[in-house]
């Protein structure tokens, strides 16, 4: 009987034992699990942060890429602008001379004045090639119209909006600010006639020796009064402005019906 019970206790010990171990390994299990499942969290929670700070970075960059590219287009066209004012401004006379000295780019002067609106290339083609063959424009022939177009077109336009005469956009040309109030005479002197300037230097040097002459009464005036004297001075200047005037309008670009 004593021998029986003590096998009874080694049974109940061993159950118990047994019974023991599955729970623990069980504990142990979800130990790990929970373990594992902490690690992944931290890991992912890592990707996630790395992704945010380069997804923070790319923006910060390309802000500051749109910011040098905009700064960079506003710098161009603040160049831009200042070359074109610096070119408006720098029509001195040497450079207006040489533009006048080709007679097709005084036409175009000449006829966008007498206008005084935006011009259409072919309507300007036309009458600088009448000007310059002296015809009327029905009377042109379609190889001429061709030719005085083809040259306007590929140098004088470029080179007179180059200088900032004109604006040209391939069709339509207008005359800049300075263009438009820049008054333009071409004094033309033959070799057989006189320069104004000449001309009233030695009026005034008659005028001199009449006044003289009143004043020291070596000028006879039993004819001619000295009032007499005074008037036809100065009817001499006056008469000789009024034709300096009319010649000078005739010789202004823009004034009369053909160019100069």
């Not at 910011?67 to 070119?87: E, K, L, N, T, Y």
């Not at 104004?196 to 030695?202: A, E, I, N, P």
């Not at 009464?217 to 402005?241: I, K, M, N, R």
């Amino acid at each position: 009987m004593p021998a029986q019970s003590g096998t009874t206790a080694e049974h109940v010990s061993d159950s118990s034992t047994s019974s023991t171990n599955p729970s623990s390994q069980t504990t142990v299990g979800q130990g790990h699990a929970d373990q594992e499942s902490e690690t992944v969290a931290g890991e992912t929670a890592e990707r996630t942060s790395e992704a945010s700070t380069a997804s923070a970075t790319n923006a910060q960059t390309n802000t500051a890429d749109s910011a040098v590219q905009g700064g960079a287009a506003g710098q161009s066209q603040s160049r831009s602008q200042s070359r074109s004012q610096s070119r408006s401004q720098s029509l001195d006379q040497g450079t207006i001379f040489d533009l006048l000295s080709n007679h097709r780019r005084r036409y175009v002067i000449h006829y966008c004045k007498r206008e005084d609106r935006p011009v259409e290339l072919g309507e300007l083609a036309e009458h600088v090639a009448a000007w310059e063959l002296d015809k009327e424009v029905a009377e042109l022939t379609s190889a001429e119209r061709k030719r005085i177009y083809t040259s306007l077109q590929q140098t004088h336009l470029p080179t007179l909006d180059r200088e900032g005469m004109v604006r040209f956009d391939d069709r339509t040309i207008e005359l800049t600010e300075n263009a438009a109030d820049l008054e333009i005479y071409l004094d033309i002197v033959p070799g057989d006639s006189v320069p104004w300037g000449l001309y009233y230097l030695g009026l005034s040097a008659i005028a001199t020796v009449v006044m003289g002459g009143l004043w020291l009464e070596l000028v006879p005036t039993e004819t001619v009064s000295a009032l007499g004297w005074s008037t036809l001075v100065v009817a001499l200047f006056v008469g000789s402005a009024l034709v300096h005037v009319v010649q000078n309008r005739r010789m202004r670009l823009g004034d009369v019906e053909r160019p100069p």
